[in-house]
């Protein structure tokens, strides 16, 4: 059976796999950067990451290394582990 709950940050199970929604890296969790759509969660604001929740290693949550480019690990999430659409 699958559980679903809606707040951010709760969880969601799925095919035995245990998921949290956390903020998109690269826009911080506002669905835009500079007035533009953010690339990586396309607006949405959120991820659903499987747990336990880790951060990228590589650009340490932010979602990029440099300004404008996202982590090419994490696509821009800032998380390992998102779940594929």
């Not at 969660?41 to 932010?62: A, D, Y």
Request: with cysteine; net charge positive.
């Amino acid at each position: 059976m699958c559980q679903v709950l809606m707040k951010l940050g709760e969880m969601i199970n799925m095919a035995d796999k245990t998921y949290v929604e956390e903020p998109c890296g690269y826009c911080a969790g506002a669905g835009e950067v500079e007035g533009e759509t953010c690339i990586a969660c396309k607006g949405k604001k959120t991820f659903m990451v499987t747990e336990p929740v880790v951060q990228c290693q590589f650009c340490k949550g932010r979602g990029y290394l440099m300004i404008g480019a996202p982590c090419r690990t994490c696509k821009g999430t800032g998380w390992m582990g998102v779940k594929k659409k």
